[in-house]
């Protein structure tokens, strides 16, 4: 838990803004696109117009070929799916998963807002925490980093799949989703598939450096903090090293095929990273294609 928790969202505010508006603003907009078109004017028709736009009843009225136009519809929906589970508690650089999810969250739905888009999120443990509707407003995103940030979660597991069917059910429109996790949970693939069927789906999976180095140390008294199932290792040991960062290492390759299979974009930032830097790369790897 954080102390303090107003005076680190203010402080995390104003970096935030600072970074937003040096970095992302244009990124922001050039990744992120408008769910279609809408209609703009009714203009004199110029050479080289399509003519599927031509405007029959104003050109009969005018007795010339008059076009209509078209703009991108900017406004966008961004809703947020965070996982606040137990296990997001891990941190060995300062910070644990948690707050980590909160700065990622404070960047992303600043930039949003900046963009005039709709923001909202989602809180999920093994049941739905809490459901903020997306809104407009600064008011209404700093509520929310607030929220992301402090909120104690009722559950202790993790339940994407339940999370995912959640979103589809809220959003009626195409809209941008983002999934904030450290992705330990199961049987969230199907519901992931049919999500990023109608939605910008970009999934950022949370880790820290012990999620795949074994602690190198003697004998440790480990708790699953989900379940609450316990063991005793030896830090010492070669074998129990080598296991462990297998394991973990085919947990990942398993999420990054879930990926790949519901054609989603993909991310991992750790504890010990720049969340700013690493969205700012993902934004340039993004726009180049």
Not at 91 to 96: E, L, R, T
Request: net charge neutral.
């Amino acid at each position: 838990m954080i102390q303090d928790l107003p005076s680190h969202v203010r402080r995390l505010h104003v970096r935030s803004r600072k970074l937003v508006e040096g970095l992302f603003a244009g990124n922001y907009h050039s990744v992120f696109k408008g769910p279609g078109l809408e209609f703009d004017e009714v203009r004199e028709y110029e050479y080289g117009d399509d003519a599927r736009f031509i405007d029959w009843n104003v050109s009969s009225r005018m007795t010339t070929p008059y076009s209509k136009t078209f703009k991108e519809e900017r406004e966008l929906i961004f809703l947020v799916l965070v996982d606040v589970s137990a296990s997001l508690s891990m941190g060995s650089a300062g910070i644990d998963k948690r707050e980590l999810a909160g700065n990622i969250f404070a960047l992303l739905a600043l930039a949003a807002e900046a963009n005039d888009d709709r923001v909202g999120s989602l809180l999920f443990s093994d049941r739905i925490e809490r459901v903020v509707v997306p809104m407009k407003g600064r008011r209404h995103v700093l509520c929310q980093i607030s929220e992301v940030l402090g909120y104690q979660a009722d559950g202790r597991g993790s339940d994407l799949g339940l999370a995912l069917r959640t979103a589809s059910r809220l959003l009626k429109r195409r809209s941008i989703v983002v999934i904030l996790s450290d992705f330990r949970c199961d049987a969230y693939q199907v519901e992931l598939a049919l999500l990023s069927r109608k939605h910008d789906v970009i999934a950022v999976r949370l880790r820290d450096f012990l999620d795949k180095h074994f602690p190198s140390t003697g004998l440790l008294d480990f708790l699953d903090p989900e379940n609450e199932r316990g063991f005793t290792a030896h830090g010492t040991s070669k074998s129990l090293k080598k296991e462990y960062g297998e394991f973990w290492e085919g947990q990942r390759q398993r999420w990054l095929a879930d990926c790949r299979a519901s054609e989603i974009d993909s991310l991992e930032i750790g504890t010990d990273e720049q969340a700013a830097e690493a969205l700012q790369l993902f934004f340039r790897r993004r726009r180049r294609r």
